[in-house]
């Protein structure tokens, strides 16, 4: 069972571009529109907060379903999932996920001397698009994302779009092990900010691990795992995609998904 | 002090990086969103409200029966994502429901436009653009018989109508000539796709584009209703000081030289 979220995870981000692209070519009333927003069921309104936040700061006076959605994404994603976007909703996760699986069956990030770029480039990327999109007057991050060419192209038609795709898979493969999803993308950063007290994390146990560092080879986001071997905790920051890598690759279930454990958390701090 | 200098010098770089980003970015985005011959769905806001409050989700290009609408993609060279139509391949064809505008989230398709005072959809509101005819390549203004722009047109002789004339150059027929109402004009592009030249000789431009504005200071005397904006009109009356000085005084008197 060394890929049971891993196929999961397919699943759900292959099935809802499904569902979308069924919308589109079949008629299909499920979830009809893109990632930007969505309509569930004919009648839930679903919204990308980060876009709403933008089209705001750019002057829009936004229709009433739009920010309901946006509302209920915000709350899921704060409540329950916290940066479960990235990991099982986003289509760019494929095509990264790609380029980092090539890129450790090469072996390059070994070879390849180590380029600098700060994880928390992509706070100021967050900032910079808020910042634009209020000097502007329109979504700046909305008219360069990716993960909405992707999305849209995959569903409406592609055009060019097929660049980005490209550009994303090399950038990640060549240039920085993960480049994109890891250090640059805003909305990513923003799901971070935005999840950062969410209910759902991996908690590690100390006493069963081994420190064999599986879990730290294959984690997207390693500085999350700190505590690895050193003590039992969730792991609270808010940069995990809660992509369950981590979970299954343990031999030694020393990880596994849990609700936040707050009480403990607190408990060992004070031990 | 030099845990100072490497803290100022990484800010700074930051700093240089992110007004480089922001430079490029700008660029940009202020290029990519200017596409003044874009074809917007029905009831959208102007411009470049349009383009601050569509999200972009398609759910308009979802709603429409006829596949008019669709999105930019890149290398469209039109703002990405945001949805438009070409009249030539698949024109607007004006249901009566008009189902693209109520399902917009955001109100960038706004629903109020198309009402009437009782809130019933009026078609007649729709407001995309106007035709326009090129009278050179129009085969109509050459004496050919051709009314298909004429017909095509679902306000047929309110928005397109044909002035008759006689022909001089044969003596003995008539001219069939299609002209535009712009006032009442949808932009449905219906006529465009018609159209039965090569290039078509009519096609629909966006208002900004194909409109003049006469101003406020012209009013129609001969129109009730325009002569109706001057009936509160106050003129004002000024006079000037006429200098009671002989002229000879005046130019004796060395002020001002």
């Given amino acids: ?271 | 002090m030099n845990e100072r200098r490497k803290f100022i010098l990484s800010m700074a770089r930051g700093i240089g990086l992110a007004a480089m980003g922001a430079l490029a970015w700008s660029a940009y985005v202020g290029e990519v969103r200017s596409a003044p011959l874009i074809l917007r769905p029905p009831g959208a806001l102007p411009e470049s409200d349009f383009l601050r409050t569509c999200i972009k989700c398609g759910l308009c290009v979802l709603a429409c029966p006829y596949d008019t609408l669709r999105l930019a993609a890149p290398g469209d060279s039109n703002p990405i994502g945001t949805p438009y139509f070409v009249p030539r391949d698949i024109p607007c064809y004006m249901c009566e429901d008009i189902p693209c505008v109520p399902v917009c989230p955001t109100g960038a398709l706004n629903e109020a436009s198309l009402k009437d005072e009782t809130g019933a959809w009026e078609i007649k509101k729709i407001d995309i653009g106007v035709a326009v005819v090129d009278v050179e390549a129009c085969v109509a203004f050459w004496g050919i018989q051709c009314d298909a722009c004429y017909r095509a047109c679902p306000l047929m002789d309110e928005a397109i109508y044909l002035k008759y004339e006689k022909n001089e150059r044969t003596g003995k027929h008539a001219f069939l000539k299609p002209v535009v109402n712009t006032n009442v004009c949808t932009g449905c592009g219906l006529c465009e796709r018609a159209c039965i030249t090569e290039k078509p000789a009519i096609f629909v431009l966006p208002n900004a584009i194909a409109l003049g504005k006469v101003g406020d200071h012209y009013i129609k005397g001969w129109d009730s209703g325009d002569e109706a904006r001057v009936a509160g009109a106050k003129a004002e009356t000024t006079q000037t000081k006429i200098n009671q000085q002989s002229a000879l005084d005046a130019l004796n008197a060395d002020e001002g030289f």
């Fill in chain 1, 1 to 271: 069972m060394k890929y049971r979220f891993m196929i999961l995870r397919r699943l759900t981000q292959l099935g809802l571009l499904g569902l979308y692209i069924g919308a589109n070519l079949f008629g299909w009333k499920i979830l009809q529109g893109n990632l930007s927003s969505s309509l569930l069921f004919e009648s839930i309104p679903l919204a990308d907060p980060y876009a709403i936040m933008q089209m705001t700061l750019a002057g829009a006076v936004l229709g009433f379903d739009v920010l309901l959605g946006a509302l209920i994404i915000a709350l899921f994603y704060m409540i329950i999932g916290g940066r479960a976007f990235c990991a099982w909703v986003c289509p760019v996760n494929l095509i990264t996920d790609a380029a980092n699986k090539l890129r450790r069956s090469l072996g390059i990030s070994q070879v390849q001397k180590r380029v600098y770029m700060s994880r928390s480039i992509r706070y100021w990327v967050m900032g910079l698009g808020l910042l634009l999109s209020f000097a502007m007057g329109v979504a700046a991050f909305e008219m360069i994302s990716p993960i909405s060419i992707v999305h849209r192209g995959a569903v409406f038609g592609m055009g060019l779009g097929v660049g980005a795709i490209v550009v994303i898979f090399l950038f990640d493969l060549f240039v920085h092990e993960n480049g994109w999803c890891g250090h640059l993308c805003p909305l990513g950063a923003f799901y971070s900010l935005a999840g950062r007290f969410s209910l759902i994390r991996v908690y590690h146990d100390a006493e069963a691990c081994t420190a064999c560092m599986k879990c730290k080879e294959v984690c997207p986001e390693k500085e999350v795992l700190h505590m690895v071997a050193k003590s039992s905790e969730s792991v609270v920051m808010g940069e995990c995609i809660n992509c369950g890598r981590c979970v299954e690759v343990c031999d030694d279930d020393a990880l596994h998904f849990s609700l936040r454990k707050f009480a403990m958390q607190a408990k060992e701090k004070s031990l």
